[in-house]
């Protein structure tokens, strides 16, 4: 499965709750039924990359 509402590829920033930033990448899916709304994905794989300020 390589396709979902964010589809493989899709890179995000996030913000965390530390003051940190994370690029989040999503790498693909695992289970459920990309033709259906009600089997969504049981597993999601992401490539994290994270920077702490100040180092």
């Known amino acids: 499965m390589s396709k979902w509402d964010l589809p ?11 003051g940190n930033i994370a690029r989040v990448v999503i790498t693909g899916f695992i289970g459920g039924n990309p033709q259906s709304t009600v089997a969504p994905p049981t597993q999601i ?10 180092t």
């Open 8 to 18: 493989a590829k899709t890179v995000l920033c996030v913000l965390t709750d530390k």
């Open 45 to 54: 794989t992401l490539e994290v990359t994270l920077w702490k300020p100040g």
